[in-house]
């Protein structure tokens, strides 16, 4: 099966431009997760969604930024107005049923440069 | 809050060196335990896992033990290769926050 997928990989913008990340979770997994790791630091979570509902958005930073997950297939995540402190990896994650059990699938990562 | 502490890196070992990788964790109840490879240009992967007290995780030569009396998971391996290098991360699983919680992650560097 293919696995989750993150675009783009790498992504260099301008302090106060906006910016949408995008994740493809596996097909047919309703849980997806975004992290993200600033600065060389620990990977923090940032929300839940269970299909297109928000389960957990307790990680979001603030409000410049935006998680959707339409339809609850693909999620996108915007930064707008994006700041130099938003800078680092933003992973995508999925998971069948939730249970850390069956383990989550992680994608390779957008790494965001502010500039 | 739940929280991992992992040394820092980076860590350089030459080809076949024993390798430890120090994690210890705060977590209220028994948290199920991991540790996630990242190598170049890849997504994160789960290498190993535990879930209960003294439970060993193992995978492609790496091994780590669930210690709830020190609250550490130290991952070890007794001969590392090049294609080794990545970087580690230790994480355990909250059940009281449902989410991975992740240490800050260590590089591993190993050289021929």
């Known amino acids: 099966e293919a696995g989750v997928t993150q675009f783009p990989s790498h992504s260099v913008i301008e302090k106060g431009q906006t910016v949408t990340l995008r994740c493809d979770p596996i097909s047919g997994h309703d849980n997806l997760y975004w992290y993200r790791r600033v600065m060389g630091k620990e990977i923090k979570f940032l929300l839940h969604f269970v299909k297109e509902s928000k389960q957990d958005e307790s990680g979001m930073p603030n409000n410049r930024f935006l998680a959707e997950r339409t339809g609850g297939t693909y999620s996108t995540l915007k930064v707008q107005p994006a700041e130099l402190e938003d800078s680092g990896v933003y992973f995508c994650?999925?998971?069948?049923?939730?249970?850390?059990?069956?383990?989550?699938?992680f994608g390779s990562g957008t790494r965001l440069t502010v500039v | 809050g739940d929280s991992v502490t992992q040394m820092e890196g980076p860590v350089t070992l030459s080809e076949e060196a024993f390798l430890t990788i120090n994690c210890t964790y705060t977590?209220?109840?028994?948290?199920?335990l991991f540790w996630y490879v990242q190598y170049p240009g890849e997504g994160l992967q789960l290498l190993l896992k535990?879930?209960?007290?003294?439970d060993k995780g193992s995978n492609k030569g790496f091994e780590a033990t669930y210690r709830k009396e020190t609250t550490s998971f130290h991952l070890e391996k007794g001969s590392v290769q090049v294609s080794d290098s990545a970087v580690y991360f230790c994480a355990l699983f909250s059940g009281g926050y449902n989410k991975l919680i992740f240490g800050a992650g260590t590089r591993l560097a190993v050289h021929p």
């Open positions: 535990a879930t209960k007290a003294d």
């Open positions: 994650a999925s998971s069948q049923d939730g249970s850390i059990r069956r383990g989550y699938t």
């Open positions: 977590a209220t109840g028994y948290p199920s």
